[in-house]
């Protein structure tokens, strides 16, 4: 895909690293597993929204942008580096979090207050639900507000994962399946959008780290929606349904950023085999899933798997007294 037509602005560092876990697979019995390493990104400690907002703050300067609007949960790795490119290209930040101010912050929500961000706390509402009410009201002061959606999931979003796994495939071509946290979306839709565009066979497995999804209408149709609303934009032909969505319910565990046992014991394994860190809401559920798909046999030791590691590492601190109780 022609990405030089599309703004965007250089906030990372790319390609980020891919490589083998030698212990890890080991220690599984199972297929030879890899990692995609986007927790080294290096936009404030890394992340794969990064590759998102390079596209969408492209945009925003391209509207002449005067402040910028974001919106997630407390421990929003989204918001983190929302802020952090913010501060970088020195645009005031809002964000919108769930919950209520701590009283003292920690994880990602001290990296918020670093990166300069102004914080308003939205009790239940982490979806960014009063998002339009802010942007309303910062326009009524005369600024030039540019929203970044709920986990940078639209469809200029979308753009940086579809440019990622064009990345990946330069990097090593014989890998057989991708495992990665699916959460607002554009992750999962823009690999569709580029497995369809580079005619790949490579599988897509998305693992459901949110029951909330699930709460209007299911979540793979809207993956799906949202992979042809980037399609019909950019003058691509693939059209996608529910049905072309790999999406896996098993490991919901007990619920978004609820840290259970299957997610402590992926975040210690990889730890202690390779001294790679997951994060408690999303990595940690996903590699959960992937460790016990391979406990379910359901890959065969020739089989090539990338683990993609889609960062969240600052919340790990603010999960201590769950992680070694």
């Known amino acids: 895909m022609n990405w030089q037509s599309i703004a965007r602005q250089p906030l990372g560092f790319f390609p980020t690293p891919m490589h083998s876990l030698p212990s890890l697979s080991a220690h599984l019995a199972g297929p030879q597993i890899y990692i995609k390493r986007d927790d080294l990104s290096g936009l404030a400690l890394g992340g794969n929204k990064v590759r998102k907002l390079e596209f969408l703050l492209g945009e925003a300067l391209q509207q002449k942008a005067d402040c910028i609007i974001s919106a997630g949960a407390a421990q929003s790795n989204h918001c983190r580096q929302t802020a952090a490119a913010a501060a970088k290209l020195n645009l005031p ?53 540019y929203v970044v959606p709920y986990g940078g999931s639209d469809a200029i979003g979308c753009l940086g994962f579809a440019a990622a796994l064009e990345e990946l495939l330069q990097q090593q071509s014989d890998i057989e399946e991708i495992v990665f946290a699916s959460s607002s979306g554009a992750t999962h839709a823009g690999l569709m959008l580029a ?67 299957a997610e402590r014991e992926a975040i210690m394994l990889l ?8 994060d408690p809401v999303y990595t940690a559920k996903a590699m959960a899933g992937l460790i016990a798909r391979v406990r379910q046999g359901k890959y065969s030791s020739q089989q090539k798997i990338l683990f993609w590691h889609t960062g969240g590492t600052p919340a790990l601190f603010a999960y201590a007294k769950q992680l070694l109780s």
């Open 271 to 278: 730890a202690e085999t390779e001294g790679i860190l997951l």
């Open 93 to 145: 930040c809002y964000l919108l979090l769930g919950g209520k101010a701590p009283e003292h912050a920690q994880g990602n929500v001290l990296l918020d207050k670093l990166f300069g961000a102004t914080v308003i706390w939205t009790g239940e509402q982490r979806k960014g639900e009063g998002i339009a009410a802010l942007e309303a009201k910062l326009k009524n002061k005369g600024l030039r507000p």
């Open 195 to 261: 497995k369809a565009y580079l005619d790949s066979s490579i599988q897509l497995r998305g693992i459901n780290i949110d029951k909330a999804n699930h709460r209007t209408q299911h979540f793979s149709q809207t993956i799906a929606d949202l992979a042809n609303t980037a399609s019909e934009q950019f003058g691509l032909d693939s059209q996608f349904s529910a049905r072309d969505v790999c999406l896996d319910d098993e490991y919901l565990g007990e619920g978004y950023a609820v840290l259970g046992d």
